[in-house]
């Protein structure tokens, strides 16, 4: 019996828990998703500062200031980035100061260098700038706090960890960060029929495709994958060598779950003690899947064909990986216009391969071509999947249709 892919994807995250947190350096945190909620310890910038180079004033001095009148102030010194000014601006004053230096007591406003003219001698006493327009006050100053507040809760558990995160979490000063430990997803192909890329090809062998991709996908996910290599359809060889993946969090088995002959691997999985939740989904490409637990590994035996194989892990391993990092599989679907007619059957999902663009205020999409589970091409053309409902039959160039982005 055929179950749906909602039914199915509610089955498969049902009893997935978020695995424990662990500690890593800030260097070796990209891609992790954070095990709790971090909250600054200090206001960013912690202090007020200047946003250019210029000179810092009082802004009441300037009003009215302009390239036919300026106003001219006295310059009492000099602030780099780094400096710790000890004088304070009076009236009639004005400090040179850098980007990112402090802002000087006294002062409320930074005028930028541009809009100033330099005296043209700096031993002349007393150093006189000309300011050529006015500004107001706080212009041109960052302010104490106004990227983070003392606090505030900078991110959420379950973020997962981009290049500016780090930035962020480098200027709170966490050398460390708790994420959620990265779970392992073990990856074995089957078939008589497959070998390993770099062996010699030979009359009636292909290589496994499914054993790279099945590996690229899960450490894009954040996952640690592991490769089984290659097993030939024969029980003793499968059950071998799908034990050596059970100590993983995940195992994936590509081939071997349709209904030939030499379809072996639902039977093993059962005869090791997998209990299987379901094994037919109706959906295309990716009918024959079957999924279940042996103890706390999840099992996957995902079909042969590359695309059906690559369609499944989008749909139900990433969103359980993502389970296990505490992360939320949070992509949904857009409305899309069509560019061309599809027939389907009726009763099945359909998930096409398919490039969908931003035109003229819509999303329009497309196929990639001829969508055969066996046409990997397909599959390294698409940014995305159109999605067609059990209930339809047809659509029409022009219709709205469902579009997941990958």
């Known amino acids: 019996m055929m179950i749906s892919v909602q039914e199915a994807q509610g089955i498969i995250l049902k009893g997935i828990k978020v695995l424990g947190p662990e500690v890593v350096k800030l260097e070796n945190a990209l891609g992790r998703a954070l095990a709790e909620d971090v909250y600054s310890n200090s206001d960013i910038p912690s202090f007020d500062n200047s946003a250019m180079d210029g000179y810092a004033i009082r ?17 009492i010194g000099d602030i780099k980035a780094g400096d710790v000014p000890k004088k304070t601006v009076k009236g009639g004053q004005a400090m040179r100061i850098m980007t990112g230096a402090p802002v000087p007591r006294g002062a ?4 930028m260098v541009e809009e100033t003219e330099k005296p043209e001698t700096r031993v002349q006493k007393p150093e006189l700038v000309k300011i050529f327009k006015e500004v107001e006050k706080g212009e041109n100053i960052r302010k104490a706090g106004e990227d983070i507040k003392r606090g505030e809760c900078v ?3 379950g973020a997962r960890l981009t290049s500016a995160h780090i930035g962020l979490l480098a200027s709170l000063g966490q050398a460390e960060v708790k994420v959620a430990k990265r779970p392992t997803v073990a990856v074995l192909a089957t078939g008589d029929e497959l070998i390993d890329v770099d062996e010699k090809a030979r009359p009636g062998k292909i290589r496994s495709s499914n054993t790279y991709t099945l590996l690229g996908e899960a450490a894009s996910c954040g996952a640690i994958p592991k490769n089984l290599g290659i097993a030939k359809d024969d029980p003793g060889e499968l059950a071998k060598k799908i034990r050596k993946g ?4 995940i195992l994936l088995t590509s081939g071997g779950v349709s209904v030939g002959d030499y379809d072996l691997v639902k039977d093993v999985l059962a005869g090791i003690g997998t209990d299987i939740k379901f094994w037919k989904i109706a ?3 990716g009918k024959p899947l079957a999924f279940g637990t042996i103890k ?10 590359p695309v059906s194989s690559m369609v499944s892990f989008e749909l139900f391993v990433r969103p359980a990986i993502l389970k296990m990092l505490g992360q939320n599989d949070d992509k949904g679907e857009v409305d899309a216009v069509i560019g061309e007619d599809i027939e389907k059957k009726a009763g099945i999902r359909y998930f096409l391969r398919a490039i969908t663009r931003w035109d003229n205020g819509n999303f329009v999409t497309n196929t990639t071509g001829p969508q055969g589970s ?4 397909s599959m390294a053309l698409a ?3 159109i999605v067609l409902p059990e209930e339809v039959e047809k659509a029409e160039k022009g219709d709205k249709v469902k579009v997941r982005f990958l």
Do not use: H, W, Y
Not at 69 to 74: C, F, R, V
């Open 155 to 157: 991110f959420q558990k």
């Open 296 to 305: 706390d590994t999840l099992v996957f035996g995902l079909p042969g064909n």
């Open 246 to 249: 059970l100590g993983c969090d």
């Open 383 to 385: 940014n995305s999947l």
């Open 59 to 75: 802004a009441e001095d300037v009003r009215g200031s302009s390239r036919q009148s300026p106003k001219a102030l006295e310059v």
């Open 283 to 285: 959906m295309r490409p």
């Open 108 to 111: 409320d406003a930074v005028v």
């Open 374 to 377: 066996g046409i990997l091409k």
